[in-house]
């Protein structure tokens, strides 16, 4: 039975062929899925206009082959057809034509209804069953003896009643269909009856309406073509869109597969995770075990250091409280004690503002009598000696210095840098001494009131004296382009001059005149003019002078030596004549003011000089050993002082020996090199301050000496009564301790006052001859010493007259002359290069003095033997060994300046004398005896 032809049968297209199954879309096609074998659809690309007839058939096909999908009909898909086949194939043709060995298991695995060979066998195509039928029918009838194996005939059975069961499915299906088409025609018949009978009621209608139907008809087939164009073309559409479908569903598989392993990672990554967190909630589990168990161990040690921390508060609480009333009862005691102290404390206070009280008239008591004692010295006239170190210069490599220690109270101590230790120490004493840290404005300060007393008629000198490069220039006038706050002693004490000159203009009015000299190789020059007279330069202010001055130190001697790049070779010398007038009284004054800076008094062999600047030198060491020789002379008021011996010291004679403020700045070297000249320096500096000049005296008229010695007796008598007062107070002082320093220093100031007032009943004021002895015309130097005689001379007046000059001329030869044979005699021709020298020689033997009382003056000598012999001169006494010079004590232990007196020639002498003189004439000068300065021999 071959019911697929008979379906095709009518369609002359497709050749039945019963290797040919039908699809699901229509197309017939072969078992195999030959491609070449594809039928064409009667509805295909070949579609050519049908017929009415045509078009009911294609109907009814498409019909059918839907019918042939429905699920009546057993056969199964497609698709399933072709996997199903494929697959039957494999199980029934692993080995081809030998249906007769399959395996019995497998056949029977078939027959079971649950198996999926059994399931193959269901789905299998009927072409298939039936192949597989006439395959085994094939073989049996190859096969000779034709016997089936069982098992093949259960197969072939089981094949066979498939192919019944198909069939009568079939069947039926087709008795449904036939039913179906039998209703159908039936309808259709009616209808085609009803349509006769229209056709024949019509037959008289007119050919035009005929005409009309069949267009209508036509019409209707076109209509009819044009929806089953229409309807091939949705069905093709919906076949792509079929396609579309299951290309979708793949892809939506793929899709999902990949979901699905996509899902498959995560959830194992999930799980992975989970396996973490798990092993993690466990060891948080075991840690928190842990923690517990820890806390629970620390809470109980916490609870035992609470309970012993409890007992322990209780102890300390206990303690307290016992505390507590210890300190009760310790207040107790302290406000007892307290008041006790109040007590005590107040009596302390009655007592101590007694000792205040004591202490504060102490004190003025003292500054008084301090004052009495500076006003006592500026009346005996010693010759004011202030020491200044200078500091180590820019560059200078050598930092060690000789200069021990620089105390305020004018000490100085020297250390011997060969000698360490106490042993090479030497203490000096000064009215001051500035430390190298001195500024130029802290030296004017005490610089100042001399400066000053120039304006009441004073006459005043300040010389700078010391080595080369010590810092004479320096301090005299300044560094070189100096401005207004390193400017020297000069510059500052000019200004000064006119600054209190212009602010007492309405009570007296002054007059200011400048002189500059040098005193170059003995020779006195003008440093303002270029003729040897020296000029006076009336000046009206600081500029006026300041002009002057720069010019006169541009005309200054100066050359470089190995010790200092630009010495001075030249002694200069400033001087202000002040003249005034007192609008008042009608009074008239005048004081000059020298400003000397000296030549340096360096060691020649030090200074490596030569030829010209070797007799620079000399000049300069000439001149400065005549200056000592002076001073000497006037430490040992001596009757004659050597003035003439140069040129230097005539031009200062004045200053020297009259009754002159004078004022010597001592420079220092601080460097170790400069020992030997720092120490001869300092010795000199020393005898200088010994030096009494006598009570300053002012030049104004109607100023009598006489009140001055009144003043001084009356002052002597005030300090002797201050003194008894001090000594009281020091003596209500010693009941109460600690303060000491005070009485010390009262006592010191006792010790420096008292014999400073016998001395100046000794010393007193003497009143020294006046020799007009400058010979450089018109400088009017030596007017100081002629002032009191010469007061109504005119200013401009400078010129000695000739009798004066031929008098002084023959005294000074007749001094010359005694000078020139006692320096021979005591042999003081040593070279000039170290004429200075002479006063730091260490004496052999010494002459001190030891106790000075009001009436007179004792004065120990110390022999070579070592036993000392003492020598009283009262005032008078004095007086009378000396009368014109009173009070003075000379020639106690120096050899005699007359030849017939010296160690040679000692008949004349008193065993003292002799004695002392064979020990002076074992040093090379006279001028080695040590006259200690006052100050320092009264401590
Ligand atoms: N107190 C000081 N402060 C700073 N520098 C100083 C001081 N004293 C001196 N000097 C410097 O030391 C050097 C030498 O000083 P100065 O020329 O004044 O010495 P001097 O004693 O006048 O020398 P000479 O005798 O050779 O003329 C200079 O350069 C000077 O500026």
């Known amino acids: 039975m071959d019911f697929q032809t008979k379906e095709y049968g009518g369609n002359s297209n497709v050749a039945p062929n019963s290797d040919h199954i039908i699809r699901n879309n229509g197309e017939a096609v ?16 070949y579609l050519s206009p049908l017929s009415g007839e045509e078009k009911k058939k294609v109907f009814f096909e498409s019909k059918f082959q839907r019918s042939l999908k429905s699920p009546i009909m057993s056969e199964p898909s497609a698709a399933l057809v072709h996997h199903v086949g494929h697959k039957f194939h494999e199980v029934f043709q692993t080995k081809q034509g030998h249906y007769m060995d399959l395996p019995a298991s497998k056949i029977s695995e078939m027959m079971k209804s649950n198996n999926l060979d059994h399931l193959l066998l269901q789905n299998a195509p009927t072409q298939s069953l039936l192949s597989v039928v006439n395959g085994i029918l094939d073989e049996s009838v190859e096969r000779k003896n034709s016997e089936i194996p069982h098992r093949v005939a259960c197969l072939l059975r089981k094949v066979v009643q498939e192919i019944e069961r198909r069939i009568s499915t079939q069947a039926e299906h087709l008795r449904t269909q036939n039913n179906l088409f039998k209703a159908r025609e039936e309808k259709y018949q009616s209808r085609i009856r009803v349509l006769e009978a229209l056709a024949s009621g019509t037959n008289e209608e007119s050919e035009n309406e005929k005409t009309n139907r069949d267009e209508k008809n036509k019409f209707a087939d076109e209509n009819l073509i044009r929806l089953m164009k229409e309807k091939d073309q949705s069905n093709l559409e919906i076949l792509a869109l079929k396609q579309e479908l299951e290309t979708t569903k793949k892809s939506y598989e793929l899709h999902c597969l990949e979901l699905e392993k996509d899902a498959k990672s995560a959830k194992s990554e999930l799980e992975e995770r989970l396996k973490e967190l798990e092993h993690l909630f466990e060891e948080s589990k075991s840690k928190v075990k842990e923690l517990e168990s820890y ?98 210069l820019p560059g200078q490599r050598e930092q060690k210095t000789t200069i021990e220690q620089i105390d305020e109270n004018g000490e100085l101590i020297i250390a011997n840098p060969s000698k360490p230790g106490k042993d090479g120490q030497r203490l000096f004493k000064f009215n001051k001494v500035f430390s190298p840290s001195s500024t130029q404005a802290e030296v004017f300060s005490d610089v100042q009131p001399l400066i000053r ?100 130190l541009k005309n200054r001697a100066v050359g470089a030596t190995a010790l200092n790049e630009r010495s001075s070779r030249s002694h200069s010398c400033v001087t202000m004549h002040v003249r005034g007038l007192d609008l008042k009284t009608g009074a008239a004054l005048h004081g000059n003011l020298h400003l000397v800076d000296l030549a340096g008094s360096e060691r020649i062999d030090r200074s490596e000089v030569t030829g010209d600047r070797l007799k620079e030198a000399q000049h300069i060491n000439k001149s400065l050993s005549a200056l000592g020789d002076v001073i000497f002379a006037l430490a040992q008021k001596s009757p004659h002082v050597p003035y003439r011996n140069s040129k230097l010291t005539q031009v200062l004679q004045s200053s020297l020996g009259g009754q002159a403020k004078t004022l010597m700045f001592v420079q220092l070297n601080p460097e170790v090199i400069s020992y030997s000249e720092t120490i001869s320096t300092l010795k000199f500096a020393e005898r200088v301050s010994g ?41 209500l002082k010693s009941v109460y ?11 010191s100031l006792l010790r420096n006052s008292s014999p400073s007032s016998s001395r100046e009943s000794v010393g007193g004021t003497a009143k020294k001859s006046q020799k007009p002895s400058l010979s450089v015309k018109g400088l009017g130097l030596a007017e100081n010493a002629a002032s009191e005689h010469d007061n109504s001379s005119e200013y401009s007046d400078k010129h000695y007259s000739e009798e004066a000059d031929s008098r002084q001329s023959m005294e000074e030869d007749e001094d010359e002359d005694e000078d020139i044979k006692l320096r021979n005699d005591i042999g003081q021709n040593i070279p000039a290069d170290d004429e200075m020298l002479r006063f730091g020689d260490d004496a052999d033997c010494e002459e001190r003095l030891s106790d000075i009382s009001d009436g007179g003056l004792s004065v120990r000598t110390e022999l070579t033997d070592g036993s000392f012999e003492n020598a009283i001169f009262a005032e008078g006494q004095a007086k009378s060994n000396n009368s014109d010079r009173p009070g003075q004590v000379s020639k106690i232990s120096r050899p005699s300046r007359k030849p017939k007196q010296t160690a040679s020639t000692t008949s004349s002498l008193s065993k003292t004398t002799s004695k002392v003189s064979s020990s002076i004439k074992r040093t090379p000068s006279a001028g080695s005896l040590s006259v200690k300065p006052p100050s320092r021999r009264w401590q």
């Open 30 to 45: 072969s078992p195999r899925g030959d491609a070449a074998s594809k039928l064409e659809s009667p509805r295909g690309g």
């Open 295 to 392: 806390s629970e161990t620390k809470c109980q040690s916490w609870s035992e250091k609470e309970n012993s921390y409890q007992s322990f508060m209780e102890f300390q609480f206990g303690a307290l409280r016992e505390l507590r009333l210890s300190s009760d009862s310790i207040k107790k005691e302290s406000l007892k004690a307290k008041r006790s102290y109040a007590e005590e404390f107040r009596s302390l206070g009655v007592k101590l503002k007694t000792l205040a009280d004591a202490a504060q008239n102490y004190h003025s008591l003292l500054a008084e009598n301090r004052k009495i004692f500076y006003e006592l010295q500026e009346l005996k006239g010693n010759i004011r000696v202030y020491c200044r170190v200078r500091p180590f």
């Open 453 to 552: 007393s120039v304006l009441d008629g004073y006459n005043v000198c300040i010389l700078a004296y010391g080595p080369t490069g010590s810092g004479k220039t320096y301090t005299m006038t300044g560094p070189d382009a100096a401005n207004k706050d390193n400017w020297g002693v000069n510059y500052r004490a000019l200004h000064d001059l006119f600054t209190i000159s212009q602010s007492r203009r309405s009570s007296i009015t002054y007059e200011i005149g400048v002189q500059m000299v040098e005193i170059y190789n003995e020779q006195v020059r003008d440093l303002l003019l270029t003729v040897p007279d020296a000029s006076m330069h009336p000046v009206k202010s600081t500029s006026d002078v300041m002009e002057l001055m720069d010019k006169g």
């Open 691 to 731: 030096v009494e000049l006598g009570a300053a005296k002012s030049n104004k008229e109607g100023r009598d000496i006489r009140e001055l010695l009144e003043q001084v007796a009356s002052l002597k008598n005030t300090i002797a009564k201050k003194d008894e007062e001090i000594e009281k107070l020091q003596l």
């Open 737 to 747: 301790p600690g303060t000491d320093g005070e009485r010390r220093g009262s006592g």
